[in-house]
């Protein structure tokens, strides 16, 4: 079961990351782009995730992922059950998410492997 301090604790350690209160949310964010939002009560994550792809994750395990709220189904972003994933499914997440927004460079010098663009 992971922890909204998890998920601060992996997101802070990624460059350019900055932490922001929006609207009772905790938002990560590089830059004007915001990777992961933690739910006000703490209990999901909504995360950057491909749009094409997430009916199937969702679909997929319905006990773990949702769709995003009405208001953010055209951004690419999913949401996931805290207490369903474990610390490194946690990290995995938060990674890629981060991924997704973080200069190509930055992610490459950072990760030290290739990233596949998914969208931009």
């Not at 009916?55 to 709220?69: D, G, I, K, S, T």
């Not at 690419?76 to 499914?89: F, G, S």
Request: hydrophobic share 45%; proline share 7%.
């Amino acid at each position: 079961m992971s922890t909204a301090d998890d998920v601060r604790r992996v997101a802070v350690a990624l460059p350019r990351t900055e932490e922001r209160l929006v609207r009772d949310r905790v938002t990560f964010r590089v830059g004007r782009i915001v990777y992961v939002a933690i739910s006000p009560d703490e209990t999901s994550m909504g995360f950057a995730f491909p749009r094409e792809e997430r009916a199937a994750l969702v679909a997929a395990e319905p006990e773990r992922f949702h769709m995003p709220r009405p208001s953010d189904e055209r951004y690419n972003w999913v949401r996931v059950r805290l207490a369903a994933i474990d610390e490194a499914e946690t990290r995995e997440l938060v990674e890629e998410a981060w991924r997704m927004v973080a200069p190509k460079r930055l992610a490459v010098a950072h990760l030290g492997e290739p990233v596949v663009r998914r969208f931009r």
